[in-house]
């Protein structure tokens, strides 16, 4: 099991989402944060996504939700990075009290093949990240210029042959 994925996670009510933007003015529903933030009601853990600055990665872990504050204060006293707190009526909102049912990561293959390369993959860094909330899924993955963060979207991470997804619950 990958060292972020706790069981204790799945059927944790989701109580807040921050969103922490390379921008002055956060624009709610932006597709493109460079971290994501979940806080769960009954759990001290908090899931951490962030972009592995590389344009094809993401990083995932585990913090300990104390880390909360320190981290939005972090980004509020940055020049550069702002935190915005997700609301129900945002379009990832849907998910703020859900519970995850189901988490799903990709990872690249060790060795695959693209333009007739054998290719390395990174098996430090992940490349996307699902978590299906009841009928809504969150789908998370770096788009080249920050994460792609979308609920019940048709979007994937590119280059499907390069990656394998993996379920947990």
Known sequence: MEPFFSQALLQQPIRDIYL????????????SPCQLI???QEDNHLLVVEDA??????????????QLESLLTEATESTVWKPYKTVPTDAIGVL???QI???LYAKDKSEFIMNGNLLQGSQRFYTGLKLNCGQN???????????????????????????TWFAIG
């Open 101 to 103: 049912t189901q988490l």
């Open 137 to 163: 899924c969150l789908t998370v993955f770096n788009n080249g210029v920050g994460l792609f963060v979308g609920v019940n979207s048709p979007l994937m991470p590119p280059f499907e042959a390069t990656y």
């Open 53 to 66: 600055y590389d344009g094809d990665h993401i990083d995932i872990r585990l913090s300990p939700s104390l």
């Open 96 to 98: 703020l009290t859900g």
């Open 38 to 40: 979940i806080a769960f």
């Open 20 to 31: 922490i933007y390379f921008e002055e003015e956060p624009k709610k529903d932006s597709s």
